[in-house]
Nanobody
Framework: QVQLVESGGGLVQAGGSLRLSCAASGRTFSRYAMGWFRQAPGKEREFVTA????????YYADSVKGRFTISRDNAKNMVYLQMNSLKPEDTAVYYC????????????????WGRGTQVTVSS
């Protein structure tokens, strides 16, 4: 079983940057693909980015390509989301998810979730 805790959210002006972190418990973290999803008020949770268990493959939603970067450090049981050139439409609660081995873009495929961290981008 994996427990996930997100951190790093906050209030930032448009054009600014934030780095989100997701700390994972469990000795088998390296066998899990990790994903970041977000949910804005009144909207469904949506895929942002994901990375497979090796870190060799990454996936991004079109809306964040070129601005966001996902990475992982298996030695530290950490996943990161570097967010640059932030826009007001990036405002949401960001969630970290985990599933075995292969990353997907579908939220229901992920077995474990953190409680989320709020990101607010002001215009």
């Amino acid at each position: 079983q994996v427990q996930l805790v997100e951190s790093g959210g906050g209030l930032v002006q448009a054009g600014g940057s934030l780095r989100l972190s997701c700390a994972a418990s469990g000795r088998t973290f390296s066998r899990y693909a990790m994903g970041w999803f977000r949910q804005a008020p009144g909207k469904e949770r949506e895929f942002v980015t994901a990375i497979d268990w090796t870190g060799a493959s990454t996936y991004y939603a079109d809306s964040v390509k070129g601005r966001f970067t996902i990475s992982r450090d298996n030695a530290k049981n950490m996943v990161y989301l570097q967010m640059n050139s932030l826009k007001p439409e990036d405002t949401a609660v960001y969630y970290c998810g985990a599933r075995t081995l292969v990353a997907t873009t579908r939220g229901p495929d992920y077995n474990y979730w953190g409680r989320g961290t709020q990101v607010t981008v002001s215009s």
